[in-house]
């Protein structure tokens, strides 16, 4: 139970109502290297070099911190999620993703979220800050008898400030592919239907888009917070009215 005032406290937990997910890490362990799946479908990541933090948006819990440097050395930071039926959006017309994060105040800021490999390379599904210019970024591999195999990207229109959280959402629902920046649309992309093409066994990764060094290899710097996949479309348009990542419950003293 955590106080408002003197009369009302609420009690936290990490159960979300209403947002149907597949896989949600809420890092509140805060410890050892094991990101536990609050979605309860058994996708718990391992940790690989990103740090836990009590730098949160709630002021409560932690959060990882994935930096490029440590003791001088270049850290390979991600989050490996092993691949499970779950996390297989093959054939799917809908998803949606969430997380907040914080972007650091030294050069190097922003990256893949979430990544989702396809079996000869590049991405399936995936969540970005893109470090060139710092802004939301995401992309699908999509497939319809008229176009084939296509690629579809969007990227956000805002232009992210340092050192603060925002929440990041979004979403296709078979028609449009939109970003979403603190509940507020912040891109939009009409490419009418398709089906994601997902037809592979690699893991999904948070914090980076391989598990593996190789040149081609990005990685996120900054704090990430809250992480939420979904195969399923939810509106993100509104986040004021609940707290992500937390259920509320008022209790009031009579």
């Known amino acids: 139970f955590y106080p408002i005032n003197e009369r009302t ?50 002021g409560t819990g932690h959060s990882l911190r994935f930096s490029s440097f440590g003791n001088g050395t270049v850290i390979h930071n991600f989050v490996n999620v092993e691949n499970s039926p779950w996390l297989n959006f093959e054939g799917r017309r809908e998803f949606t993703f969430e997380t907040m994060f914080k972007l650091p105040l030294d050069n190097n800021a922003g990256g893949p979220i979430v990544y989702r490999r396809t079996g000869n390379g590049g991405s399936s599904h995936s969540l970005w800050i893109n470090s060139n210019n710092l802004r939301g970024y995401v992309e699908f591999k999509g497939y319809n008898s008229t176009v084939g195999q296509t690629g579809i990207s969007l990227l956000g229109s805002t232009v992210l400030e340092r050192d603060r959280w925002y929440h990041l959402g979004a979403n296709y629902d078979g ?78 003293k009579y």
């Not at 509140?28 to 479908?41: C, T």
């Not at 592979?200 to 980076?208: D, E």
């Open 175 to 252: 028609e449009a592919l939109r970003l979403y920046l603190d509940g507020q649309l912040d891109g939009e992309l009409f490419v009418g239907s398709l089906s994601i093409v997902d037809s592979n066994l690699n893991s999904l990764v948070i914090g980076a888009n391989s598990v593996e060094s190789q040149s081609t290899m990005f990685q996120f710097f900054g704090w990430l917070d809250d992480i939420k996949v979904s195969n399923r479309y939810y509106d993100l348009s509104n986040i004021s009215n609940r707290d992500y990542g937390d259920l509320r419950l008022i209790c009031v």
């Open 9 to 58: 406290w609420y009690a936290k937990s990490s159960i979300i109502l209403g947002t149907p997910s597949v896989g949600a890490w809420n890092f509140n362990e805060g410890s050892e290297n094991i990101a536990y799946d609050s979605s309860r479908r058994g996708s718990d990541g391992v940790v690989k070099g990103a740090e836990w933090s009590v730098d949160t948006p709630y």
